[in-house]
């Protein structure tokens, strides 16, 4: 079954700037990514974050790149970047429908 998952990073001081995540963004290339239906990343200023929502099409697929590809270098970027946060909010769902 399909799963979305959703990351919110909090805007702080006004900062839209796409440093960290085009950073990774470049280092996961543009291979494609097992499992990867959709990708999206862009700021909701309403809501004040920078959201990224991934369609997976099942949570094991999520789970072994949030795990073992992306986990990886989030935790090496935060730990060389004292300005690099994680996000606010992580949550993911099954979704009872896909279009594409």
Do not use: C
Request: charged share 20%.
């Amino acid at each position: 079954m399909a799963v979305a998952f959703i990351q919110e990073f909090v805007i702080v001081d006004g900062d839209t700037s796409t440093t960290n995540y085009d950073h990774i963004n470049e280092t996961i290339g543009s291979a494609s990514v097992n499992g990867l239906i959709s990708h999206s990343a862009g700021f909701d200023q309403e809501a004040g974050v920078f959201r990224i929502y991934d369609v997976w099409e099942n949570s094991d697929a999520a789970k072994d790149f949030y795990e073992n590809r992306l986990g990886p270098l989030l935790e090496e970027m935060m730990a060389n970047d004292p300005s690099a946060t994680p996000p606010q909010r992580e949550a993911s769902y099954a979704l009872h429908n896909v279009r594409s």
